[in-house]
């Protein structure tokens, strides 16, 4: 699936099943909120905490989470993802194309 495809299937969706888009900061403190659950996922599984009894790891599916409620933000305030990425991802070249490669901490 491209993003634009995901932009199109999460509007269908919200259209067909969700009544409405939530305003738009409600979708921030939600997606606050996701990227917490992730972290905790994170933290149990690759650091210091342990799993509690019943839980298990769901990074995946709370990827995806924060996922979807970006693509609601996106597309509720205009925003076309796929030109987006395209142009952070050339910001980025542009501005740390030398930098990562000549940082002694990252040698192996």
């Given at each position: ?35 917490g659950e992730l972290a ?27 996922l979807w409620v970006l ?12 030109e987006a990425m395209s ?22």
């Amino acid at each position: 699936m491209t993003i634009e495809e995901l932009q199109q299937k999460v509007d269908h969706w919200i259209k067909t099943y969700g009544v409405r888009y939530f305003s738009e900061l409600t979708n921030m403190a939600i997606l606050t909120e996701e990227v917490g659950e992730l972290a905790r996922c994170m933290a149990r599984k690759y650091g210091d905490q342990s799993f509690k009894a019943g839980e298990k790891e769901n990074m995946a599916d709370e990827m995806a989470d924060i996922l979807w409620v970006l693509t609601c933000l996106a597309n509720q305030t205009g925003v076309d993802l796929t030109e987006a990425m395209s142009r952070n991802i050339e910001k980025k070249t542009n501005r740390d194309k030398n930098r990562h490669i000549n940082n002694p901490k990252l040698k192996p």
